[in-house]
């Protein structure tokens, strides 16, 4: 009887992947080196398609639509676009015809980017424009109205910030009720009657052109420099966007949401005294109807302007293209005689469209610089 053991049987080596050529790193530095491949081109790739890129594909939305505008404006009156001076008066035309608005708009911006919505800002302008024109107020100067416009638009706003906050009110009914009650105190105060401004410091700032660019550009222009530093550096912005977008998050972190909003408020509330002494300035006079519908073009800007109504998500540069679009709307329906009824209609219309032109986002072309990106092995 012999004993049998078992034989290992000898184990097959285990199939490997089929392996790529040898690359030459000479040949690979050279390809990273060349413009348009490599990380340099990811990196640009990377930016366009990711989250960081998406205000720059939107404001480029925005500013497609604003030539679209030109074009029309050329082609519909070659005549006065063919002269270079008519040209640059009327950009200024059209900035001047922004800035009370722009103004009112940069305060909506935070508002809405903070997850609320203020219905009564046109309503703030109209009663801070007639309580800083009144005789009294006329008595202290210049100082004594631009402080009485300033003061009365940040305590409505806290007001409205305060009902929001702590009132529980829903930001919609709260802020439509100081609309109403604002615009019955405005006409209270005037007596229904249009009080004129006597004051030649307030009624120069429509007038002064420093450096040939009216007083008012500047105005907006700091207005809208203050609030993107505001908005992008600093931790006030970075609470209001994390207050909009997830108030019960942004609470756990630490940050008080009720005073926030109380500021937001406050906050638009500042932009309308600002824009009443702007409003003021123009027409050398204020009334409770002035600055009628203000609300709506402010809402509508920030909105194109790729500010989400349920709040998180907004910027400042494009709340002010959307306000030039509609000041350039208005402008090309001026110098062609058209109706304010076809204006209205047509810039419903280019809401619309602005609106569309965001969501697509340039997709076609993200996808055709994903196709040709660069593959590494």
């Keep these: 009887m012999t004993d049998s053991t078992p034989t290992a049987t000898p184990e097959r080596p285990a199939q490997l992947p089929a392996q790529s050529p040898p690359v030459d790193p000479a040949a690979t530095a050279a390809v990273a080196k060349t413009p348009g491949h490599g990380a340099a081109a990811a990196g640009r790739l990377s930016f366009w398609r ?3 890129g998406e205000g720059a594909r939107r404001n480029l939305g925005l500013i497609g639509v604003l030539v679209v505008l030109v074009v029309i404006g050329i082609a519909t009156r070659p005549d006065l676009y063919g002269n270079s001076s008519w040209v640059w008066d009327n950009i200024l035309t059209i900035l001047k015809l922004a800035s009370v608005v722009g103004v009112v708009t940069v305060g909506m911006t935070f508002v809405i980017i903070g997850g609320g919505i203020d219905l009564s800002v046109g309503a703030i302008v109209a009663l801070a424009g007639v309580w800083a024109t009144t005789l009294a107020t006329q008595s202290y100067g210049a100082g004594g109205m631009i402080f009485t416009a300033l003061a009365v638009g940040i305590g409505v706003g806290l007001v409205n910030g305060l009902l929001v ?3 529980k009110l829903v930001p919609f009914i709260a802020t439509l009720a100081m609309m109403v009650a604002a615009r019955g105190l405005a006409a209270e105060i ?3 009657q249009t009080q004129v401004s006597s004051n030649s410091v307030i009624n120069g700032i429509a007038s002064t052109s420093p450096l040939g660019i009216p007083l008012l550009v500047y105005i907006l222009a700091a207005v809208v420099v ?10 006030f912005g970075r609470r209001t966007v994390a207050v909009g977008g997830n108030p019960e998050a942004a609470r756990l972190a630490g940050i008080n949401v009720r005073r926030h909003t109380v500021l937001l408020y406050a906050l638009s509330g500042l932009c309308c005294g600002i824009a009443a002494i702007m409003l003021t300035a123009q027409a050398n006079s204020a009334q409770a109807a002035m600055a009628n519908l203000y609300e709506l073009d402010a809402i509508a800007a920030a909105i194109i302007g790729g500010t989400l109504l349920s709040g998180g998500r907004g910027t400042i540069v494009g709340s002010l293209l959307g306000v030039i679009i509609f000041s350039t709307i208005t402008n ?11 204006q209205n209609m047509v810039k419903g219309g280019i809401i619309v469209a602005a609106v569309l032109i965001q969501q697509f986002q340039f997709r076609s072309f993200t996808q055709f610089l994903g196709r040709n990106r660069p593959t590494t092995t």
């Design 50 to 52: 990711g989250d960081n």
């Design 165 to 167: 906050s702590y009132g």
């Design 190 to 192: 005037s007596d229904k």
């Design 226 to 235: 203050a609030g993107w530093v505001l908005l992008n550096r600093t931790t």
């Design 332 to 342: 090309l329906f001026a110098i062609n005689g058209l109706s304010t009824e076809a």
